[in-house]
């Protein structure tokens, strides 16, 4: 379980200070998929890279099974990166790789020995449902396909936790469906705990079993998603 207790962040910048998160506070059960929607500017990434230990929070705590994140320090902390699986917006693909490469890419960092890096990236890429495409350049994939690489990339070192940040904003409604459904067959197949962030009331609505509406950097709903959803 990850267990946000009011989490604040501020930015120093030379126009002044940003409060980008202003007391966050959830409970993300594991096996959840939980949605965090809301406009341009209202905190998600924020929020996302605080979890994802990209940024430091200024104040509150974040754990994980207890553990409280900014305890952390050196070989826990690597540990700990590797328990969540990011995926960012625009892919991040390594151009000069080919989809195998990609994937394999985590765990040569992990010193994975090569057989089974061979092994686990084969899984992946069957996983993902990119088979026959191990040896293509991201160049001559489609976006959802460069999705499919960036998530089975994600899912390499077996992350208890998936995070997403804004996974189908760029792709056309039937891709999006492709990929959430993907996405679901993950959290279900796997057992991972996701964790989407989106301005898409349709990609909450397919698939998250939680969600919470961000605004100005605070919760201002959060619950079972039908029930938010269905709020007047
Ligand atoms: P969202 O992902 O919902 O669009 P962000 O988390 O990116 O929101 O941003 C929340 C607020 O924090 C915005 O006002 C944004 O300009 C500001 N912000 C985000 N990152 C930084 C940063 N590195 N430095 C200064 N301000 C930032
Ligand atoms: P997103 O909404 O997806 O976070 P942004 O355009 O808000 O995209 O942010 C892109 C990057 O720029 C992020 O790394 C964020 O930290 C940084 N950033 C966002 N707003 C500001 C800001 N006001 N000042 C400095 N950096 C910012």
Do not use: W
């Amino acid at each position: 379980m990850i267990t946000i207790q009011n989490l604040t962040k501020t930015y120093h910048t030379k126009s002044g200070e940003v409060e980008a998160l202003r007391g966050i506070s959830a409970e993300i059960r594991d096996g959840d998929i939980f949605g965090i929607i809301g406009l341009s500017g209202a905190g998600k990434s924020t929020l996302l890279r605080c979890i994802a230990l990209l940024e430091t929070p200024t104040s509150g705590s974040i754990s994980i099974d207890g553990r409280d994140l900014s305890s952390l320090r050196g070989r826990q902390l690597t540990e700990h990166r590797r328990q969540i699986g990011v995926i960012f917006q625009g892919y991040n693909l390594l151009m000069q790789r080919t989809v195998s490469g990609n994937i394999a890419f985590p765990l040569e960092i992990a010193g994975v020995p090569k057989a089974e890096i061979r092994r686990r990236t084969e899984e992946l890429i069957h996983l993902v449902g990119l088979d026959g495409k191990a040896d293509a350049y991201p160049s001559q994939l489609s976006g959802g396909q460069c999705q499919r690489v960036a998530i089975a990339r994600a899912l390499a070192n077996n992350p208890k936790v998936l995070l997403c940040d804004e996974p189908t904003s760029a792709l056309d409604s039937f891709t999006t469906k492709a990929i959430l459904d993907l996405l679901s067959d993950i959290n279900q197949k796997l057992g991972v705990t996701i964790i989407i962030i989106t301005h898409e009331i349709g990609v909450v609505k397919q698939i998250c079993s939680q969600v919470a509406v961000i605004e100005s950097g605070r919760f201002a709903e959060y619950g079972v998603a039908a029930e938010v959803l269905a709020a007047p």
